[in-house]
């Protein structure tokens, strides 16, 4: 049974940091590039950034660029965003997947407010 979970999430005031993480299982987490995506209520899903299966490289969002990293760690099958300098417009539901979309988390609620 394939799952991802999302965990780290929470109310955080703007300027500072939550660090994300998604434990998969069911599927071989190695072998698959990953994505983290976010949703703001009322808005459409928007891609954060993507890491290849290695961990070896990693794109970003323009709009978080600078401020999120990605990173993984294969041993331990889990998926992290690291995300810094947190502001306003940040909000949303944080939702992990295999790059392709094949599965997903049932994401997390990060909440950036003073």
């Known amino acids: 049974q394939v799952q991802l979970v999302e965990s780290g999430g929470g109310l955080v005031q703007p300027g500072g940091s939550l660090k994300l993480s998604c434990a998969a299982s069911?599927?071989?987490?190695?072998?698959?590039?990953m994505s983290w995506y976010r949703q703001a209520q009322g808005k459409e899903r928007e891609l954060v950034g993507t890491?290849?299966?290695?961990?070896?490289?990693?794109n970003l969002a323009d709009s978080v660029k600078g401020r999120f990293t990605i990173s993984r760690d294969n041993a331990k099958n889990t998926l992290f965003l690291q995300m810094n300098s947190l502001k306003a417009e940040d909000t949303a539901v944080y939702y992990c997947?295999?790059?392709?979309?094949?599965?997903w988390g049932q994401g997390t609620q990060v909440t950036v407010s003073s």
């Open positions: 069911g599927f071989t987490f190695s072998r698959y590039a």
């Open positions: 890491i290849t299966s290695s961990g070896g490289t990693t």
């Open positions: 997947c295999t790059a392709a979309g094949l599965y």
